[in-house]
């Protein structure tokens, strides 16, 4: 064969890569801003985004080169060099290793004879980590391909190396492996809601929605004080409003987004409500649109979700046929809206709003200065209302059952119900909506955590309260919380779930600002320090102004929460990070004899010769 002479089996998967490409670039109206939609889906089809799918990308969409592999390298689901036909990722998150999935993943990687974050060396297999999967309440988690799989045992573990060995297409595996449960265990307004669907957008209309104005939508949120359930607490009336009131330059229309990108280790809350009450977050979306004067929506759903693509997509089709969706909605002439679903592809910086746009426009998701903000300018530079999961479903309840007899429920300061998720170290974790106002005891009770020794809510960019807080409520008077309620009891080492937390920050940062991406990686660097016993008291001046560099220079909120695990562990659990002080002065993180150890392994040697000696300052007796 001639050196340069390209395989005819080459040649086939080339031109099956390119074929699969242009169906995916026709399926997605050869529009760049589906990219990472295009990206995601060629994967799906191939296994990885090779060249050849590349090259047919740029030829037909007419993009550079660089900005499809910039796109495809920012997200952690894509790959540009082939993974393997079962890729796996296990649960990165402090629940999980709780559950002992370290002990899982190592098992499965000795089964498979490999190494963690490696693909086999016949291509078949590549085990690695992610951050979390959002299964906390049902751990260890893992997902195969971008599904889910819960409740991982050693059992499990070892049929699976099996059937990996055997090459069993993911269909043939056990169906209860990839079961997700909901585990509702407390109800409140939202989830006891018994409305058909289109039940609010008639109440809606009978107000007077069909002229149009949108105003009587619009008065009736800001009068049940209705605040936005990601974390923030901005009032929903007032953000509906300010995009109806944006001015639109020619061509532009306004856009409705669903934030779906519940990346907080801890939360998982829109899980559930997008498999239970999807009606619900559909309507309030359609309700926002029809108050607003839009005619286009977008689902952003989270990588991690993909299962549940196939049910959205039937709820959607159902409610077109409905003429709850469509054209003329309800039969109103002009009244036209209609919603596409994004998935994610393994960023946590898309729940950030803006960087949730950057990725629905195919591009990679660094968050945007603001303001001008996205009521004003979001979407293609057009008024976008981006509200949650919950926030969408509860417009939809205030919209039924009205503003007076919403706010008889919750605080004067946080009216309605919250949902929290609820994991770790308790005997009934899941789902639980409470009024505003319930005391982090009584959740406590409720889910049967005992000898209790914090709690973080709001996830790792929250607060971690102790028990002498427990009588503290949840409220924006209050604490405020996205939703994730994360138990430890006094078993756990505090430092250790610190740990976790930092590690995740840095793994997840965006990297587009020098602060937040040196400043996130010093700061795992100084947790990786007294986890190996190495630190000193000097270390916590270096983590005061790693805290101020983060807080105040960094991009985004990412940044700037960053530090917070450690922040609250070390006001509240410092004898966690004493015992680890095992220095009177300061030690460099770098280990210079430890770093010949693969040398003295090399060449068989362990004398002291082959050992670094720390010289003996002057003065020293030696």
């Not at 309440?137 to 099996?162: S, W």
């Not at 969706?325 to 809206?337: K, P, Q, S, V």
């Not at 840095?506 to 990786?528: W, Y």
Request: aromatic letters at 8%; hydrophobic letters at 40%; proline letters at 5%.
């Amino acid at each position: 064969m001639v050196e340069n002479e390209t395989c005819p089996d080459d040649m086939k998967v080339k031109a099956d890569a390119a074929g699969m490409t242009r169906q995916v670039v026709a399926r997605w109206r050869r529009d760049p801003t589906c990219l990472v939609q295009m990206l995601r889906e060629i994967q799906e089809a191939c296994g990885w985004i090779s060249p050849a799918a590349i090259d047919c990308l740029q030829a037909e969409l007419n993009v550079p080169r660089s900005r499809i592999e910039g796109v495809a390298g920012f997200y952690s689901f894509l790959y540009l060099q082939p993974r393997g036909k079962y890729r796996i990722l296990f649960s990165d998150n402090v629940t999980d290793h709780m559950l002992g999935s370290q002990a899982l993943l190592e098992r499965l990687c000795n089964n498979l004879w490999l190494e963690p974050g490696k693909v086999s060396e016949d291509g078949l297999v590549s085990v690695g980590r992610t951050s979390c999967t959002g299964m906390c309440d049902q751990g260890p988690a893992m997902l195969v391909n971008n599904l889910a799989i819960t409740r991982l045992t050693p059992a499990r573990i070892d049929e699976m190396a099996e059937l990996i060995r055997h090459q069993t297409p993911l269909s043939k595996w056990p169906a209860q492996w990839f079961h997700v449960e909901d585990n509702i265990r407390k109800s409140n307004l939202l989830l006891n809601l018994n409305m058909p669907a289109g039940g609010a957008l008639r109440a809606a209309l009978a107000s007077g929605l069909d002229a149009g104005a949108g105003d009587a939508l619009i008065d009736t949120l800001k009068r049940s004080g209705l605040r936005g359930r990601g974390g923030a607490g901005f009032t929903t009336g007032l953000k509906w409003e300010a995009c109806r009131n944006a001015p639109l330059k020619p061509g532009q229309q306004r856009i409705i987004v669903c934030n779906a990108d519940e990346g907080e280790p801890g939360t998982f809350k829109d899980r559930v409500l997008l498999t239970t009450r999807a009606d619900l977050v559909f309507e309030g979306m359609t309700l926002a649109a029809c108050a607003v004067g839009a005619r286009r929506g977008f689902l952003y759903l989270r990588g991690e979700y993909r299962y549940l693509l196939e049910h959205l997509n039937a709820v959607l089709e159902r409610r077109r046929k409905e003429h709850l969706l469509g054209n003329a909605i309800l039969g109103i002439a002009g009244n036209d809206f209609d919603i596409e679903i994004h998935l994610g592809a393994g960023a946590y910086i898309c729940g950030e709003e803006s960087a949730l746009i950057e990725s629905l426009e195919g591009k990679r998701g660094h968050p945007r200065n603001r303001p001008p903000f996205p009521v004003t300018n979001g979407y293609l530079d057009q008024p976008t209302i981006v509200n949650n999961v919950e926030t969408f479903a509860s417009a939809t309840l205030v919209a039924f059952m009205g503003a007076d007899e919403y706010v008889r429920t919750g605080t004067s300061k946080s009216a309605g119900s919250k949902i929290l998720s609820v994991s770790g170290d308790c005997a009934r974790p899941g789902i639980y909506e409470y009024p505003f106002g319930v005391s982090v005891r009584q959740v406590l009770a409720d889910c049967g955590a005992d000898d209790t020794q914090a709690v973080q809510i709001s996830g790792p960019s929250g607060v971690c309260v102790g028990p002498d807080e427990f009588d503290r409520i949840i409220g924006f008077e209050d604490i405020p919380t996205a939703g994730a309620f994360t138990v430890f009891n006094r078993s756990r080492d505090m430092f250790n779930v610190a740990w976790n937390y930092v590690r995740f920050f840095q793994r997840e940062s965006c990297g587009f600002c020098t602060p937040c991406r040196v400043g996130t990686a010093l700061l795992k660097n100084l947790m990786d320090k007294l986890h190996d016993g190495r630190g000193s008291h000097d270390d916590f001046v270096e983590i005061e102004k790693i805290t101020r560099l983060l807080q105040t220079m960094s991009h985004c909120g990412l940044g700037h929460t960053a530090c917070n695990p450690v922040l609250n562990t070390v006001a509240k659990f410092r004898p966690a990070y004493e015992k680890r002080l095992q220095q009177q002065e300061f030690v460099p993180a770098f280990d210079l004899d430890q770093a010949l150890a693969a040398a003295r392994q090399m060449t068989g040697r362990d004398d002291a010769g082959a050992h670094f000696a720390r010289e003996t300052p002057r003065g020293e007796n030696a």
